[in-house]
C-alpha cells in the first residue's frame, strides 16, 4: 500500500511540474524530466527492492511478467486515474529500474505542436508509405497521432494501429479504429502486418519498424493500395533510405530499392529543442519523394538526398538548418543549442 501512495504521489509530481518522463531505479531517488533537463527528486528516499517489486506488480500484465522474466525487460503501457504512461521495465547490475514516458491524455493537433501545414497533406493520400524518423524521445509518436487524428475526424477510413505498447487511446469519430498491441493482441508486429491484408484496413500505423520482415511488408501494403505511417530512430532523411536498405541481405537490397523508390511519399524528421521562454520547441526536415528523388533512390545515390532537401523549398521540401535559423532568428531558440542539433552545424554556422 505504501508503494501504490508513493507511486500515486509520484504521477501527482509529474502531472503538476509538466515533466515528461519518470525514472524509477533500486537504490536511487526518482528523476523526472522537465523540458529536456532531468531532475532528481531528492526529498524522496532511495527507492528499495521492495518499491520496484511493488511498482513491477502494477505495471506488468502477465503477458509483460513473462516476458520480463525471459528477457529481463519488458514494454508496458500503465494508466491512473486521467494520466496515462508508456513504459519500460528493465535490469541493470542486477538490480530493477523503469522508465515511463507521459502520454499527453488529448490528441493535439499539428498547430497546437508547432508542426508545419505541409503534414495535412499526408493525411489526405489514399495510398503509400509515410515515415516519421528522429532520436528517441523527440515526439514522433504524438506526430503520428495527431495526424491519426486528423484521418479519424475527416475520412471514413479503416485505421490499423500496431504499438508496442499502445499509447494513444483514439476514439473512433468518422473512422473506424482498431488499436493492437505486440505481445497482448498480436505476437509481433510482421504478424499483425499480414493480419492487416485480410482486415479490410485503408490506413496502418506501425509504431517501429523493427527487423526486415517488418520494413518488407509495410513497404508492401503502401505498393498494395495501403497508406503506412510508421517510425525509425534515424537522423535524417537520407539516413533514413540508407538504414532501411542496408537492413536487408544484399541480394535483397535491389528489390527493396525499387519498391521504396516508388512506394516512399514522405520522410519528416524532427527534434525537440529547449526554448528560451521555457518548455520545447520543434524543429524539423522534410522529404518529399518526387521523380529526383525516387531516382536517387532507384541509382544508389542517397547521398545526394540532403542537397535536394536543401534546394527544394519552392516544392515544399523543409530543410534542418533552415527550420534551426529561423528558430534562432525568432528568438526562440539559442545560436548554441541550434548547432547542437544541427546534423551539418559548419553550414548552419553561415545561416546565422
Known sequence: MASQQLLNQLVDIVTKEGASDLHLSEGRSPVIRVAGFLIPLLKIAPLTKSDLETFLEI?????????YMAYKEANFAYSHESV????????????????????QSRIRTLAELGLPT?????????????????PAGQGKSTTLASMIEMINEERLEHIITIEDPIEYI??????????REVGSDTPDFKTALWGAFRQDADVIMVGEMREPETIATAVTAAETGHLVYSTLHTNTAAQTVDRIIDSFPSDQQDQIRIQLSSSLIGIFSQRLIPRISGGLIPAFELLLNNNAVSNLIREKRSHEINSVIETGSEDGMIDLNRSLAILVRNGEITAENAMLYSTNPRTLERMI
Open 59 to 67: 505495471f506488468l500484465t502477465a503477458e509483460n511478467k513473462r516476458q
Open 84 to 103: 496515462r504512461f508508456r513504459g519500460n521495465a528493465f535490469m541493470k547490475i542486477g538490480k530493477m529500474s523503469v522508465a515511463l514516458r507521459l502520454i
Open 170 to 179: 483514439f476514439e473512433p469519430k468518422k473512422a473506424l479504429i482498431d488499436q
Open 118 to 134: 505541409i503534414l495535412e497533406t499526408f493525411t489526405k493520400k489514399q495510398q503509400g508509405f509515410f515515415l516519421v524518423v528522429g
